[in-house]
């Protein structure tokens, strides 16, 4: 197949990241303008607490070139809240919204809680083919007792991405064995970091080269499986997700935008 491997970071409004990554003088509704000259694509984590105005979507739409890829977190409310149960109405209002982001509209993340064990599975399978078929999803499970074959053979019958998460839920090397086996046509992969303890984001605080090193070469695999390999960072996972995000570019051989290439340029896009 041989797709492309999108790299970006988890959230754009830092600001933190004002002289570090954003050129000094820029303003916050100018970030993601800023944004998109370095990244091809973001995760959005605002759409977790609440569908988000019409105005704010076309809002993120009119900052970033065509080709930019938008991630969205499904509402709490679905996962969280309601558990995948009785979710209709909340998954209806939701996808309608984001689809306004026209050919910016890249995958939904569906983020289960902790908490939330395969005892649920009979919500799940309930939930999965209410998805939209035209669009694309991935899952997060953060316990372990989810990764069976049954499980993974259930996302790949919905066409729905496992996501694979480099963090403290699930054993590293569990992921990157999950990697070798993609469910959906695309993969959805997150760096979140072994806890939150980093405050500071300015700077990277821990270096994580290894654990860098190791999923590279996985991601350049997986690449050729798939249609899009999309990739996001948090900011705990080293502390400044946007010198993680060009890091991994970097050794996946990708022009890496550095920020004093941000400070010289007048044009947006």
Do not use: C
């Amino acid at each position: 197949m041989g797709g492309a491997i999108l790299i970006g970071t988890q959230g754009w409004n830092y600001d933190a990241w004002v002289g570090p990554f954003y050129p000094g003088p820029t303003r916050p509704p100018d970030y993601l303008r800023v944004y998109a000259r370095a990244f091809p694509t973001v995760e959005v984590d605002s759409t977790f607490y609440a569908v988000p105005p019409e105005k704010t979507v076309l809002g993120w739409a009119s900052k970033v070139p065509e080709h930019f890829r938008f991630a969205l977190k499904t509402p709490r409310e679905i996962t969280h809240e309601r558990r995948l149960i009785d979710v209709v109405d909340v998954l209806a209002e939701f996808t309608e919204r984001v689809r306004l982001l026209g050919a910016r509209l890249g995958p939904i993340l569906i983020q289960l809680p902790p908490d939330y064990g395969p005892e649920g599975r009979p919500a799940l399978e309930r939930f999965l083919p209410r998805l939209p078929a035209d669009l694309r999803f991935a899952l997060e499970f953060r316990r372990r007792g989810w990764l069976t074959r049954p499980i993974l053979d259930l996302l790949r019958e919905h066409r729905v991405a496992l996501a694979l998460v480099e963090g403290r839920w699930i054993a590293r090397e569990r992921m990157l064995r999950l990697a070798d086996t993609p469910t959906a046509d695309f993969a959805y992969a997150r760096f979140m970091g072994p806890d939150r303890a980093i405050e500071d984001y300015s700077a990277v605080q821990v270096d994580r080269g290894e654990e860098l090193g190791l999923w590279a070469p996985k991601l350049a695999a997986l690449a050729a499986r798939v249609t899009a390999v999309h990739v996001y960072f948090n900011n705990h996972f080293e502390g400044h997700s946007p010198a993680s995000a060009r890091r991994m570019q970097q050794l996946l051989g990708q022009p890496a935008v550095e920020p004093a290439q941000l400070a010289d340029q007048t044009e947006l896009f």
